[in-house]
């Protein structure tokens, strides 16, 4: 039949009916495309700046000698040096902030050139291609134009315009047809064999054509050009390199060639860099063969929506091999037989598979590690966010599109973040694993929960009317999913990972500090002091932090608004409430509980109340809380078959609303309450005390009392189904919705009922301050800050370094570093005073026998060696222990000679005590001297080569 143009329009009429997605290309694939090539830039930075930086078996260098200097032992074990690194925070950062910027700018420099050479492949990939592949103009085998005519039909149906142009491959005698080309000039290359079909099978010629006009309509051929350009130069210029410079460190410590003192130290360190190179190249080349078979499956749907017969995809498999089989996910073309499957099944590409969720995860944990080498990020804070923003959007649209629960996806996710940080974080060092490798799990949880929150809000708000309703909703789901992902990275960067070593159970420092800060009979509550000390850095992490309380909030509020805006959504509100209600309930029953069990252990004394039994309290009103919102969340997640998280968190958040309300309760109105007092014993309504203590509770639970509830909302589903999976406890699939839906004023007034609180217990939380106003009942504490400033000194000193000359290394570059400068700053304090004592000598004695001196020079020379003390003792301490001890006897005693200085030469003592304090001053400061050079003499023997 021949095709007129009123037929060509009514093609490209139902072809963009049928057509799912636009010219932008497929969302989730575009976006995993550029989540891989942000990955591979930024590995390639730190990749360059290892290769370019000087080997270990030069001098130290810049970073390398900042950490040798905080006493860094290559051969300790990770713990030992982390507590060197953490001991010293504010030095290390001044060490290598003044360290040249070449220590970075290596690596960026060589990387701008590397995009620079990826974009000059990127142009001339297909030029390439083309002279590599002799191909001839249309006009050359189609004299009579038909083939053009048929070929402009099909490219008016698939919308490319003129931007495509069509040529011959000749030599290529199989029946297909290969796009290529750059941003704005494609060429479609038809195979010899095509042309042949043309003539015999029409019906399969313009599927075939049809399908490389998708790749064009779905920008295919921009994306896999640009990341073959780019990857293609980073392997050529970066990874090879790198490879090869990790590689010939570690075999030439394996055959004994190495004179460096890091070996065997460094051979765990450079054996995790070679495993790390080659995830890299796994993951890149798995994502990227991943996203072109489903390219093809995406661009055979689209030949079919434009009018492509389906016979043509009735193509002879080839046979299916073993080995065919094992790289199936390495190839990037599907078989025949996965195509026509795809087509006959039109939602086979909608379910999120196993392995995208693991190479994405994998992406993830690379990132926040990447990320770490450009100036200004840090895995606590930057990184972690910009790996979220990335993951994140990948994360929604892959749901979105699936509709699935998200448990299958949540697992796999959390399993490729704890695979990248398996490899890539800071498990390096001499153990292969880290000493508590339980806390790896929560890598699962954090994949888990911002995983099927997002996929159930996703189905949810499918039912909302409006369309920017729906985008409002759908911009701040993809906000929440990004705060609880961050939240998760965040969480282990700054405090998981340093649980997972085992810092916080160095030697009870922590709970050193929690005797200083609340003194009391800490042996009488061994028990809350150990689950205190244990617990509190990984709850401290997640309660301050504002964004995460928020993104926890609105995973509650969130739906519950769709849920009053759209009515009938199978939500099941009212019984959510209820179950929220019943939970808040228990919670005053715990609480009653242990207020009647701390009243009959209380001290007898008001006095004694206060300190450790005050902080007991508030910790077990914490585990009460915390204990009803996970109770709530696992029951109310097993008794619910759809949006069963969302169901759990919105009711875990309202019995933890309820449960502060009973603290503000029992706290105002302790010592009214008989059995139940705990503080007070004089009947007294005090809300000042009720806002304290429920300000504190809320401090320690506000956000990890929901998160938990979420962990035990999965726990609690998953117990429900397999209890399902028995026929007694077969039931309707499917909830039923509210019956009839209340008025919308109603609905919003409902909401707004129990937003408020929520809402007013985050602002008293985060701002609300206990001020001398609050009365005595409830004893203020002390601040924490001297304690928690105590808690580094309090660690263990790192054990002295194994070797000799490790030892004379680190010595060395404790010396090179700021040592040699703040010796020669304190000698040449003394060289100043000396001078003008010496000045002040040579005078003539007055009548009375005594001499003038400017007490205004003295004073500020005085001052200027006690500045000089200051800054000495920010910086390292020796890494020698004993040396160490001396160096810090050293200062003080220097410390005490500037305080006996500036006593003499200053104002505001009588003249008798002002002779006596610079008579010691002059008496003592020669002996300081010779102790500040004989130290000095040693630390220069211990950083000189052994004999």
């Known amino acids: ?35 891989l090539m942000t990955l591979v830039t930024a590995a390639s930075v730190s990749m360059l700046d290892t290769t370019l930086a000087p080997r270990p078996d030069d001098t130290p260098g810049d970073a390398l000698g900042c950490l040798l200097a905080a006493g860094l032992d290559p051969d300790g074990s990770n713990l030992a040096n982390l507590l060197a690194g953490v001991r010293s925070p504010e030095a290390i950062h001044d060490c290598l902030s003044g360290a040249p910027a070449v220590a970075y700018g290596k690596g960026m420099a060589a990387t701008a050139l590397l995009l620079a050479v990826a974009a000059l492949v990127y142009w001339w990939l297909p030029r390439l291609r083309e002279r590599r592949h002799a191909t001839l103009p249309l006009e050359a085998v189609d004299p009579d134009g038909m083939l053009a005519r048929e070929l402009a039909e099909l490219r008016a149906i698939a919308g490319t315009g003129d931007r495509v142009r069509f040529r011959v491959a000749p030599g290529r005698t199989t029946a297909g047809a290969v796009v290529h080309g750059r941003a704005g000039r494609y060429t479609v290359s038809l ?322 500090v929690f005797r200083e800060t609340f003194p009391g009979p800490w042996r009488d509550y061994a028990f809350e002091l150990s689950a205190a000390t244990e617990a509190f850095p990984g709850l401290h992490s997640f309660n301050n932090s504002v964004p995460l309380g928020l993104a926890v909030m609105a995973s509650a509020l969130v739906p519950l608004f769709v849920h009053l805006r759209a009515g009938r959504t199978g939500l099941r509100v009212r019984r959510t409430l209820l179950a929220g209600g019943a939970g808040g309930l228990l919670c005053w029953l715990g609480l009653a509980a242990g207020s009647y069990a701390l009243h009959a252990e209380r001290p007898g004394t008001l006095r004694g109340r206060f300190g450790a039994f005050q902080y007991v309290q508030i910790w077990w009103l914490v585990v009460t809380v915390t204990g009803a919102c996970l109770v709530t969340g696992a029951v109310v997640a097993g008794v619910s078959r759809r949006y069963w998280l969302l169901r759990a968190l919105l009711a875990a958040q309202l019995a933890e609303v309820i449960g502060f309300a009973g603290v503000y309760l029992l706290s105002s109105a302790d010592g009214c309450l008989g059995p139940l007092n705990v503080i007070g014993s004089s009947c007294h309504w005090l809300p000042a005390n009720g806002r304290t203590l429920t300000a504190l509770v809320a401090a320690q639970s506000l956000t990890s009392a929901v998160l938990c509830a979420a962990a035990a909302a999965l726990a609690g589903a998953a117990v429900a189904r397999v209890v399902r999976r028995f026929p007694a406890a077969a039931r309707p699939a499917a909830e039923v919705p509210s019956a009839r839906p209340r008025p919308a004023l109603l609905r919003q007034t409902a909401g707004l009922a129990l937003a408020l609180p929520a809402l007013l217990l985050a602002v008293v939380t985060y701002t609300y301050a206990p001020g001398p106003r609050a009365s005595s009942a409830v004893g203020k504490p002390p601040t924490t800050s001297p304690a928690m400033g105590r808690l580094l000194e309090l660690l263990d000193a790192p054990r002295t370094a194994r070797t000799a000359t490790i030892r004379q290394w680190q010595a060395l570059a404790w010396l090179n570093k700021g040592g040699l400068r703040h010796v020669a700053g304190l000698s040449r304090g003394y060289l100043a005073l000396t001078s003008a004592i010496g000045k002040a000598a040579a005078q003539e004695p007055t009548a009375q026998g005594t001499i003038e001196i400017d007490e205004s020079e003295f004073a500020r020379l005085c001052g200027t060696l006690g500045s000089r003390v200051r800054d000495a003792r920010r910086y390292f301490p020796f890494p020698d222990p004993a040396l160490d001890r001396r160096w810090s006897k050293t200062l003080d005693r220097i410390a005490r000679d500037s305080e006996d200085c500036l006593s003499g030469t200053t104002g505001g003592k009588d003249g008798a005590e002002r002779e006596r304090a610079f008579a010691r001053f002059l008496t003592n400061s020669p002996e300081t001297v010779h102790a500040l050079l004989f130290t000095m003499q040693d630390m220069e023997k211990q950083s000189e080569a052994p004999s």
């Open 191 to 512: 195979h010899a064999g095509l042309l042949v079909l043309y003539g015999v099978d029409r019906d399969r010629f313009r599927a075939v054509v049809l399908h490389e006009l998708a790749h064009l309509r779905h920008r295919d051929v921009d994306f896999a050009y640009s990341s073959t350009a780019l990857w293609r130069t980073f392997v050529a210029l970066a990874l090879l390199p790198y490879l090869y410079h990790e590689g010939d460190l570690l075999l030439r410590g394996l055959l004994g060639r190495t004179r460096s003192p890091f070996w065997p130290g460094v051979a765990s360190i450079t054996t995790y860099s070679l495993l790390s190179g080659l995830l890299l190249v796994l993951l890149v080349h798995l994502t990227r063969a991943d996203l072109l078979r489903r390219r093809e499956l995406y661009a055979d749907a689209q030949a079919i929506a434009w009018g492509a017969s389906p016979s043509a995809w009735d193509r002879p498999d080839r046979t299916a091999g073993r080995w065919r089989r094992a790289t199936a996910l390495l190839r990037t073309h599907p078989d025949w037989a996965e195509r026509r499957r795809a087509l006959a099944e039109p939602g086979r590409l909608a379910p999120v598979s196993a392995l995208p969720m693991l190479l994405l995860g994998i992406a993830g944990s690379f990132l926040v590690h990447q990320l770490t080498v450009f100036p200004g990020l840090s895995e606590t804070a930057a990184t972690p966010w910009i790996a979220a923003c990335f993951v994140t959007p990948v994360l929604c649209h892959l749901l979105r599109r699936s509709r699935e629960a998200g448990v299958r996806a949540g697992l796999w996710l959390g399993l490729g973040l704890l695979a990248g940080e398996f490899v890539v974080g800071g498990n390096s060092g001499n153990e292969w694993l880290v000493g508590q490798p339980a806390y790896l799990l929560t890598f699962l949880l954090a994949g888990w929960v911002p995983t099927v929150w997002c996929a159930q809000s996703a189905r949810l708000e499918a039912c909302l009317p409006g369309r920017w309703a729906r985008r409002a909703v759908v911009l701040l789901n993809g906000l929440v999913t990004l705060a609880l992902l961050w939240g998760g990275l965040r969480w282990w960067q700054q405090w998981g990972k340093y649980q997972a070593v085992g810092v916080y159970d160095r030697s009870g420092a922590l709970r050193t």
């Open 1 to 35: 039949m021949r095709r007129t143009p009123v037929r060509r329009a009514l093609l490209r009429m139902s072809a963009a009916r049928r057509l799912p997605l636009t010219g932008g290309g497929i969302p989730d694939t575009g976006l995993r495309f550029a989540l």
